[in-house]
C-alpha cells in the first residue's frame, strides 16, 4: 500500500516552490497562521533555519545588509551547505574539502527536478539548464565566475560529469561522453599551474560547448581557449610553479622516455623550473597525475607517434630553458654548452648550427633587405624564452584544436545540436605586482559582469513588463565605464598600448604609461603615480597604474607591457621552427607567416576580439550563473575570512543582485503552482477551485489575511512582495499537512482498500469473460475441425477405388493406418493361432509379408526358448511323425504322450542282464510280449536297447541279440495294435528266425528303436497281414482286422490273427 509521506530534511535545507525567477520559499518559520487565524510557534523550524540560514538569498529579511548577507553564508559554510541561490544564480563557496554530495545518488535526486524542490547544488543548475534546453530548445550557457581559486573549474568539472552519468548515451555516444570527460585533464596538465591563490589554476581562459542531440544525449563538444598564460613557461613567482606538464613528465615518465628526451629526473636541473622555488607540492600528485594524462591523451585519440612528438617539444622547452649565454664583456651573445642544442636538434628534427645561429643573431627586412645582426646577451636569453613561449602557446593552442577534432559532431545529416556552453574563464586577479596578464585577465572580468549585469536587469525587467506589474528600477553600479576605459577605440587602454607597440621611435613601457596619463589621466577609474593624491602614491610604484575595477582596485605595473603586447618572435626563429621535422611544429608553424609581412594583431587586440565574439556566444544562449567564493587564501578547510569574503561579495555584485531581485518583489509564481500549494489552507479552495486561477488566488490570499501593499496579481503570476509573507503562509502549510497528513491517510486507506476491491472483482470478472471467451473458442474451433475431417473422409470414401488422388488420400492413408494399428492389436500371439485381420486392397501384399514375418517370429521366439530336454522329446516326435503320421491307427493317440526316457528302470531289470551287458550303456527298456513264433503263444519279455544293438530279455537270460547292423527291417500294421516285428537275417544260424512282439507304446517303442538302429526308413507298415521269417526257409502270417476290441490269437489257417480296435475312422 502506498503511504502518505512528508519529507522534512534534518537541515531544515530545502524544499522550495516555482522557479527559475527565484520564486523560492523557505519551508519553515518561526510563526504560521493557520486557516483558522491561530498562530503557532513552530520551534524547530526556528532552530533550523537559525542554524543553517536561508537557502536563498532572496528570503534574507534585511537585504540590503551585507552583513546580514554574509552571516547566512557563514553560517551554511558552517554547516558545509556550500551552495546558496539568490534566485536562480548560484552562490557557491569553495569548501576546501570533499563534501560527499557528488555522488551518482546525489545527481538521481536533482536529476529532471524541479528547481525549487531540492536544496541547492551546482547539479540543479545543470539540470535545469539541461531541461529548458530539452523543453524550449534554446540553447544555454553557464557562466562561472569568481576569482582564481573559488571553485570555478571544479563547479565545471562537476556539471560535464553529471551531464556524462545522467544524460542519455549510446554505444557511440559514449566514447564522447569518455572523450569530454578525459579533455579535463589533458588540458589541466597543459594549461594549469599551481599559483600562490590556487594549487590548480586554469591559466587559461576556457570555453566549452556541449552538444547534445534530439534525445538529450552528449554527441560533441567544442571547446574555445582564452589566452594562455604563455610567460609562465619562462618564469614563475615565488611559490607558484610552471604548468603541470613539465613536472608530470619528469616525476611520472618512464626511464625509457626520459632517456629518449634527454631529460633528468629531477626538476631542479631545469632553469624553467627553479624560479618560484617549489617543484613540489603537497596537494599534487604528479606521478599519478601523470598516468592519468597519458592515458586521457588515448582516449582522446593520440597515437603513440603524437604523444611522443608533442613530448619532444615539451622536453625541447626544458632544454631551450637551460641554454645558457656567454659574452658579457665583448657585447656579443654566443652559446656556452652544445649539450642542448644537441638535444633540440633531435628533438625538433632541425639543424643544429641553424638554431645556434637563430638564437644568437636576429634577421630584419628592411626594404626588401635582408639583415643580420648578432644579439647581446640580454637580448638572447629573451629571444630563447620568446621561443619557448611561442613553442608552447602554440603548441597548447594545437593541443585544443586536436582535442576538438576528437570531440567534434560527426554526423553531417544533423545539422543544429542543441547546446550548452561551460564558461570556466580565469576570475579577477590581484597580485603584489600585476602585469599584462592581470590587466587582460581583469578586463575579461568585467566584460562577464557587464553580460551578466545586462541579462539579470533586463530579464527581471521584461517579466515585469510582462506581466504588466510596475516597478521601480533599481540602482546598481553599471561598470561599463570600466569596459569602455579599457577598449574604447582610439581611447582605450589597449588603443593605446596598441599605438605604443606599432609607432616607429623609441616606444617603450614607460612611454606608454605617459601616454595614458594624457589620454585618459583625467578618467575616474584611472590613476598613476603621478596623478594619484599622496595617499594612494604611497601604495603605488613609479611604473604603474591603477584601475578601479568593479571589483576593486589594481595596481598595474607597466613593465614588459609592450613586449608582452607585441608577442614577438624573431624572424630566424620562425624560420627554424618552420624547418622542423616534428609534424605539431610545422602545424604550429606555417611557412605562409613568413611571407605575411603584415604585423600580426598585439595579443591585447586579440584578447578584446575574442571577448567581444565570446559575448556574442554568451548573448545567444540563456545564460545560467554560478558566482563562486573563496572563504579563504590559505587553501584551509573550514576558515571562513570575512574580510576576504565581504570583498569578493562586493566585487561580484551579489548585493546589487539581491537588491535587483527584490526590488520589486520578493517571489513570483505561477498561479497554478501557488494554488496546487497552498489550496488546503482556505474551505473555499480546498480541496479543488472550479473557478478560473487568478481568482481562486485571490480568494486564498484574503483568506490567510493577505494585506493589499504584500502582493500584486499579474497576468499569470502572483507577486509576493517580503518574504515574510510567504514565510507564514509556507508555515501554515506546514501546520496542515500534518492534520490533513492524519485525514488523508485513513481516506487513502479506505479509498486503496476499496479500490483494491473493485479492481480484484473486476479483475475476477474479466478473467471469467476471458476464460469463457477463450474455452467457446476453443470448441468452435474443434467443431470446425471435426465438420473438416468427416467431409474429407466421406469424399475420400467416395473416391476409396480411385488412384490415389487429393480427395483420397486421406481417406487412403487414414484406411491403411487403421488396419495397421487394428493389426498390431491383435496380432496372433502362438503359432495355433491362424486368425488375422482382413487387410484393404491396398495392403493385401503387405499384409502377407506381415503375416509371415510374424509367423517366423513366433516360431523363432518359441525355438529360442525350448529348452534341450524338450528339444529332445520334440526331436522324437518329429521321427514318430515322420514314420508314423496317417499311416498307422493309433498314431493320433500317442502324439499328446510325451516320450519316456525309458519304461523299465534299474530295479526292474534283472542284475545279471545288466551286469552281462556289461560296457555297453542301455538306452532304453520297456516290457514287451513275445510270441513264439511256433504256436504263437505269448510271453512277458523286456526289450533292451544299447547303441548297438537290442536285446530280447527274459528274467535273468539274454535271450536274443539282435545287432542293429543286421536288423533287417522292422514290420507293424496299420491298425491300432501293439505287434511288430524285428526281421532279422535267416542264414544267421545264432539267430532263431524274426521276432514278433507287441508292445503297448508300440509308436514309442518303435521310435526309439529305429532312433538307436537308425533305421527311420526300415520300418513297414502293413496293411491286412505281415509275412515273417521263422527260421530253416519257413515263412509265418500274421493277418490284421479291426474289431471291436485288441485280440491277438493263433488262427485256424495257422496264422496269428490280430484284431485291433477301431480308433480313428478313416
Ligand atoms: N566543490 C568543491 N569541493 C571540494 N573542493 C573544491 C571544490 N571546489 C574547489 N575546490 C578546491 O579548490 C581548488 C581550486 O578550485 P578551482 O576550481 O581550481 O578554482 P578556480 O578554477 O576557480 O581557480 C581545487 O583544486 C579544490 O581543491
Ligand atoms: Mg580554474
Avoid at 128 to 149: A, F, K, P, V, W
Avoid at 788 to 794: A, G, H, K, L, V
Avoid at 967 to 980: C, T
Wanted: charged fraction near 25%; aromatic fraction near 10%; proline fraction near 3%.
Amino acid at each position: 500500500m502506498m503511504e502518505l509521506r512528508i519529507q522534512l530534511i534534518p537541515t531544515g535545507e530545502i524544499i522550495m516552490p516555482p522557479g527559475k525567477n527565484g520564486e523560492n520559499y523557505c519551508h519553515s518559520c518561526t510563526k504560521a497562521v493557520g486557516s483558522d487565524g491561530v498562530r503557532i510557534t513552530m520551534e524547530s523550524a526556528l532552530t533550523a533555519r537559525d542554524r543553517v540560514g536561508v537557502q536563498d538569498f532572496v528570503l534574507l529579511e534585511n537585504f540590503t545588509s551585507e552583513a546580514a548577507f554574509i552571516e547566512n553564508l557563514r553560517k551554511r559554510f558552517k554547516e558545509n551547505l556550500i551552495y546558496t541561490y539568490i534566485g536562480s544564480v548560484l552562490v557557491s563557496v569553495n569548501p576546501y574539502k570533499d563534501l560527499e554530495i557528488y555522488t551518482k545518488n546525489h545527481m538521481e535526486r536533482y536529476r529532471g527536478v524541479n528547481f525549487y524542490e531540492v536544496s541547492p547544488h551546482i547539479y540543479a543548475v545543470a539540470d535545469n539548464s539541461y531541461r529548458s534546453m530539452r523543453t524550449e530548445r534554446r540553447d544555454q550557457c553557464i557562466l562561472i565566475s569568481g576569482e582564481s581559486g573559488a571553485g570555478k573549474t571544479e563547479a565545471s568539472k562537476k556539471i560535464l560529469q553529471y551531464y556524462a552519468i545522467t544524460c542519455p548515451a549510446s554505444d557511440q555516444v559514449q566514447t564522447v561522453k569518455d572523450r569530454l570527460l578525459q579533455s579535463n585533464p589533458v588540458l589541466e596538465a597543459f594549461g594549469n599551474a599551481k599559483t600562490l591563490r590556487n594549487d590548480n589554476s586554469s591559466r587559461f581562459g576556457k570555453y566549452m560547448d556541449i552538444q547534445f542531440d534530439f534525445k538529450g544525449a552528449p554527441v560533441g563538444g567544442h571547446i574555445l581557449n582564452y589566452l594562455l598564460e604563455k610567460s609562465r613557461v619562462v618564469h614563475q613567482n615565488h611559490g607558484e610553479r610552471n604548468f603541470h606538464i613539465f613536472y608530470q613528465l619528469i616525476e611520472g615518465g618512464e626511464e625509457d622516455l626520459l632517456r629518449r628526451l634527454g631529460l633528468e629526473k629531477n626538476p631542479q636541473q631545469y632553469q624553467y623550473l627553479v624560479k618560484g622555488n617549489c617543484p613540489k607540492v603537497s596537494s599534487i600528485n604528479d606521478r599519478s597525475d601523470w598516468k592519468v594524462v597519458r592515458k586521457a591523451l588515448t582516449v582522446i585519440g593520440f597515437n603513440d607517434d603524437e604523444v611522443e612528438e608533442l613530448l619532444n617539444i615539451i622536453a625541447s622547452v626544458l632544454h631551450l630553458g637551460n641554454i645558457q649565454f656567454g659574452g658579457e664583456d665583448s657585447g656579443i651573445a654566443y652559446i656556452t654548452t652544445d649539450t642542448q642544442i644537441k638535444y633540440l636538434s633531435r628533438l625538433l628534427g632541425v639543424d643544429g648550427l641553424v638554431l645556434k645561429e637563430a638564437l644568437t643573431h636576429k634577421k630584419i627586412i628592411a626594404k626588401g633587405e635582408e639583415l643580420i645582426s648578432p644579439l647581446n646577451l640580454e637580448q638572447a636569453a629573451s629571444a630563447r624564452d620568446a621561443l619557448s613561449k611561442a613553442v608552447y602557446g602554440r603548441t597548447f593552442t594545437w593541443l585544443v584544436n586536436k582535442i576538438n577534432d576528437s570531440l567534434a559532431f560527426k554526423d553531417e545529416s544533423y545539422k543544429n545540436p542543441s547546446v550548452i556552453g561551460l564558461l570556466d574563464i580565469y576570475g579577477f586577479e590581484v597580485f603584489q605586482h600585476n602585469s599584462f596578464e592581470q590587466f587582460c585577465i581583469n578586463y575579461c572580468n568585467e566584460k562577464l559582469q557587464q553580460l551578466f549585469i545586462e541579462l539579470t536587469l533586463k530579464s527581471e525587467q521584461d517579466e515585469y513588463e510582462a506581466e504588466g506589474i510596475t516597478w521601480e528600477p533599481v540602482q546598481y553600479f553599471n561598470n561599463k565605464i570600466i569596459c569602455d576605459l579599457v577598449e574604447e577605440k582610439f581611447k582605450g587602454i589597449i588603443s593605446i598600448l596598441d599605438e605604443e607597440c606599432l609607432r616607429p621611435g623609441d616606444a617603450s613601457d614607460i612611454t606608454f604609461l605617459e601616454k595614458l596619463e594624457d589620454t585618459v589621466g583625467g578618467h575616474a577609474h584611472l590613476t598613476t603615480h603621478k596623478l594619484a593624491d599622496g595617499k594612494t602614491r604611497k601604495v603605488m610604484g613609479r611604473e604603474e597604474f591603477r584601475l578601479l575595477h568593479y571589483a576593486g582596485e589594481v595596481n598595474y605595473n607597466v613593465n614588459g607591457f609592450l613586449d608582452k603586447n607585441n608577442d614577438l618572435l624573431f624572424r630566424n626563429l620562425k624560420e627554424v621552427m618552420c624547418m622542423s621535422e616534428n609534424t605539431i611544429l610545422t602545424q604550429c608553424f606555417d611557412r605562409v607567416e613568413l611571407k605575411d609581412n603584415k604585423r600580426p594583431e598585439t595579443a591585447a587586440t586579440q584578447f578584446k576580439n575574442s571577448l567581444a565574439k565570446l559575448m556574442e556566444i554568451l548573448m545567444s544562449k540563456e545564460p545560467s550563473y554560478v558566482r563562486c567564493i573563496k572563504p579563504n587564501d590559505a587553501k584551509q578547510a573550514g576558515r571562513f575570512d570575512e574580510v576576504l569574503i565581504r570583498h569578493q561579495v562586493k566585487y561580484l555584485g551579489l548585493m546589487e543582485n539581491l537588491r535587483v531581485r527584490r526590488a520589486g518583489f520578493a517571489y513570483r509564481r505561477r498561479y497554478e503552482i501557488f494554488l496546487q500549494r497552498y489550496k488546503s489552507l482556505c474551505p473555499e479552495t480546498w480541496p479543488t477551485w472550479e473557478g478560473k486561477q487568478v481568482d481562486g488566488v485571490s480568494t486564498l490570499v484574503k483568506h490567510l489575511g493577505y494585506k493589499p501593499e504584500e502582493y500584486k496579481l499579474g497576468r499569470s503570476k502572483i507577486f509576493i512582495r517580503f518574504p515574510k509573507t510567504l514565510f507564514a503562509t509556507e508555515d501554515a502549510l506546514e501546520t496542515r499537512k500534518h492534520s490533513l497528513a492524519t485525514k488523508l491517510q485513513s481516506g487513502w486507506k479506505g479509498y486503496t482498500q476499496k479500490t483494491k476491491y473493485r479492481k480484484l472483482r473486476s479483475s475476477a470478472v474479466m478473467i471469467q469473460s476471458w476464460w469463457k471467451g477463450i474455452l467457446a473458442r476453443r470448441r468452435a474451433q474443434r467443431k470446425r475441425q471435426a465438420v473438416d475431417s468427416i467431409r474429407r473422409f466421406i469424399k475420400g470414401f467416395i473416391y476409396r477405388h480411385k488412384e490415389r488422388c487429393p480427395e483420397n488420400e486421406y481417406f487412403l492413408d487414414y484406411v491403411r493406418y487403421s488396419f495397421l494399428i487394428k493389426l498390431r492389436k491383435n496380432l496372433p500371439k502362438t503359432v495355433l493361432d491362424k486368425s488375422w485381420p482382413t487387410p484393404p486392397a491396398a495392403l493385401v501384399e503387405a499384409s502377407e509379408l506381415l503375416r509371415k514375418m510374424n509367423m517366423q517370429n513366433m516360431v523363432w521366439r518359441y525355438c529360442k526358448k525350448i529348452n534341450p530336454e524338450w528339444k529332445h522329446q520334440l526331436e522324437q516326435k518329429m521321427v514318430a511323425s515322420e514314420i508314423f503320421k496317417d499311416k498307422k491307427d493309433n498314431y493320433p493317440q500317442s502324439v499328446p504322450k510325451l516320450f519316456v526316457g525309458t519304461r523299465l528302470n534299474g530295479e526292474e531289470i534283472n542284475p545279471k542282464v545288466l551286469q552281462s551287458l556289461g560296457n555297453e550303456k542301455m538306452k532304453y527298456a520297456v516290457p514287451v510280449t513275445k510270441y513264439d513264433r511256433k504256436g504263437y503263444k505269448a510271453r512277458n519279455r523286456q526289450l533292451l536297447l544299447t547303441s548297438n544293438s537290442a536285446f530280447i530279455v527274459e528274467e535273468g537270460k539274454l535271450k536274443q541279440r539282435i545287432d542293429y547292423a543286421s536288423l533287417k527291417g522292422i514290420s507293424v500294421s496299420s491298425l491300432s495294435d501293439g505287434v511288430f516285428v524285428l526281421h532279422v537275417p535267416t542264414e544267421d544260424n545264432k539267430q532263431k528266425g524274426d521276432v514278433v512282439l507287441q508292445s503297448d507304446h508300440i509308436i514309442e517303442t518303435l521310435t526309439k528303436v529305429a532312433i538307436c538302429a537308425d533305421k527311420i526308413h526300415s520300418i513297414n507298415i502293413n496293411q491286412g497281414s505281415i509275412t515273417f521269417t521263422v527260421g530253416h526257409g519257413k515263412e509265418g502270417t500274421i493277418d490284421f482286422t479291426s474289431g471291436s476290441e485288441l485280440l491277438v490269437a493263433k488262427a485256424k489257417n495257422g496264422h496269428l490273427s490280430v484284431t485291433a480296435p477301431r480308433l480313428n475312422s478313416r
